[in-house]
């Protein structure tokens, strides 16, 4: 004569079910998600971007720098020239001595650009409409579904233009 189990038969059911049911909704979430990954198209990631162009650049929005916090700032990218203004009391030092090559606060710069591959350069700057630097400088900007520029250990990210805002700054 066999011992009677003290467990329930319709109990030992019960336990199996909740991992078979766990099981087949797992399942399910693996299903779907290959599925629409395999569905969707390719999202380029890292470098897989191509390079900035002038109709990206020229009426992009600026918004934000990576790293700290300097009050806000407004970059205007028109044909040739650049515009970079502050609220504050100065722009990042970093920025305007990157830019200017001078430490001496401003609240704007001005001058003219290029833009070759990777490379933007800026030229004949001029801080706060008064003081004018002659030579030139140069900072990597590169394209990530957004653009930045870097300069001095900080990337400045801005919205590419939309193709009705180029029309506006020619």
Known sequence: ??????????????????RLTHDLVLLSVVTLTLGLSACGGRVDV???????????????EYHHPTGGKYGHLDWDF????FRLTTDADALPPALVEAIAGTDEPAREVTGEWELAGETLTFS?????????????????IFFTGVIRIQ????????????????????
């Open 78 to 81: 028109r044909e040739t020239e």
């Open 124 to 140: 004949n700057i001029t801080l706060d409409r008064t003081t004018e630097f002659a030579g030139q400088t140069t900072a990597r």
């Open 151 to 170: 300069i001095a250990g900080t990337q400045y990210v801005f919205n590419q233009a939309r193709p009705d805002q180029t029309s506006d700054s020619e």
């Open 46 to 60: 890292g470098s897989g971007y191509g390079p900035v162009t002038r109709e990206l650049l020229i009426g992009a």
């Open 1 to 18: 004569m066999e011992p009677e189990s003290s467990i329930d038969p319709w109990m030992e059911g019960q336990q199996v079910l909740p």
